[in-house]
């Protein structure tokens, strides 16, 4: 609950409207009569009256209530009013928004004005991105010290993850942005890959997206796995420092999700620099993963299980995969992808859908039918 001070309410009412306002009182919609101080609840609107140079004037101030529709954090439903304080001027007949404001963690009121675009600024970390090292290791160059990063990166998930949160609606919104946000699964298949793509034409997708469905229903068994997440853990938002350390970038998709997440992020791009360095010339043929980058998709996997015994993750994982395949694969973000490269993760992400239990000890099983 907020606490609703009638000086704040002032010191609010003179920062949006000029010195010359003046508050006159607050009461509950439907009942007259200064109420003073009250406690103001989440979706409780409350009538503010108030004067500017001397004309008396009305409004109603209220806030969005939390709920399990989308709307569970401050910024999902400071975007909703963002929209309804933008765009109602512009509806016939529709109530003007008067002001934009936030509640600070003190209960003070502060308006936000003439808002254009939000923006971020965020500490410089020193070091060099991830995928420099992948890229060292395909030219040939493969050290002790890659292998042991990967652990490193095992246990920090590892550590991450033991923090759980009991809301398994929260883990229903997970798993249906997965599936169906724009930034997802289904936004991928419409705008990442040609409406009419040739190397995996709407049928096949349409099928891929039936699949998903069950494993949408498969996965609402699972919302006790509920963790701490970073939600785009690849190496293009890791970097390295002199010192061998990593610090990571761009925590996204909320606080909240399934860690399988987390892992089938970095490991498709083992993955991809496997398939993409050791290819065969035959676009027909069909890609197998070996060397030191099979060796560095077994290794996260391997230490994460030893640090947490979560085996049950190889039940949930297949989704995740898919999603991150469809990135890696889409020819307008990785357009030089060769056809058997190319080919290969879309072998990938649909045989990883065949089996109830991922098995990563034997990836080729997933590229080419055999360990």
């Not at 209530?65 to 304080?85: C, N």
């Not at 993409?276 to 043929?285: Q, R, T």
Request: charged share 30%; aromatic share 12%.
């Amino acid at each position: 609950m907020i606490e609703l001070k009638t000086d704040r309410l002032q010191a609010f009412l003179e920062e949006t409207f000029g010195p010359g306002a003046r508050l006159l009182g607050v009461s509950e919609i439907g009942k007259p009569g200064d109420q003073g101080v009250k406690r103001f609840g989440y979706g409780k609107p409350v009538l503010v009256s108030y004067e500017v140079a001397g004309e008396p004037q009305e409004a109603v101030l209220s806030t969005m209530r939390g709920d399990k529709y989308g709307h569970q954090f401050y910024w999902d439903r400071a975007a909703i009013l963002m929209f309804q304080h933008e765009t109602s001027g512009d509806l016939e007949k529709h109530a003007r928004s008067l002001a934009l404001g936030y509640i600070d963690a003190r209960d003070a009121l502060h308006p936000v004005r003439d808002v254009k675009e939000f923006f971020l600024l965020v500490e410089k970390l020193p070091g060099y991105d991830y995928f420099r090292d992948l890229e060292r290791i395909a030219g040939g160059d493969f050290r002790t010290e890659d292998a042991t990063r990967v652990r490193e990166f095992s246990r920090w998930l590892a550590r991450i993850h033991t923090q759980k949160l009991d809301d398994p609606h929260l883990y229903y919104r997970r798993i249906r942005n997965l599936i169906g946000s724009d930034e997802c699964i289904l936004g991928l298949i419409d705008e990442a890959f040609p409406q009419e793509y040739e190397a995996y034409p709407p049928e096949r997708f349409r099928t891929l997206e039936r699949r998903l469905i069950d494993w949408r229903w498969k996965l609402k068994r699972y919302a006790h796995r509920l963790s701490a997440v970073h939600g785009d853990f690849h190496p293009w938002n890791v970097l390295v420092d002199s010192s061998g350390d990593f610090r990571v970038l761009d925590r996204s998709r909320g606080a909240w999700g399934e860690p399988a997440g987390d892992l089938a992020a970095m490991a498709v791009n083992f993955l991809l620099f496997g398939i993409l360095h050791d290819h065969p010339g035959d676009p027909e043929a069909l890609p197998r993963l070996d060397g030191p980058f099979r060796q560095l998709f077994e290794i996260l996997f391997e230490e994460y299980i030893q640090a947490t015994g979560d085996t049950e993750i190889f039940e949930v994982l297949a989704p995740f995969f898919v999603f991150r395949c469809l990135v890696v694969a889409s020819p307008e973000w990785y357009p030089d992808h060769p056809p058997a490269v190319r080919r290969g993760l879309f072998e990938f992400m649909e045989r990883v859908l065949d089996e109830d239990v991922f098995d990563p000890t034997c990836v080729n099983k997933y590229l080419v039918g055999s360990c």
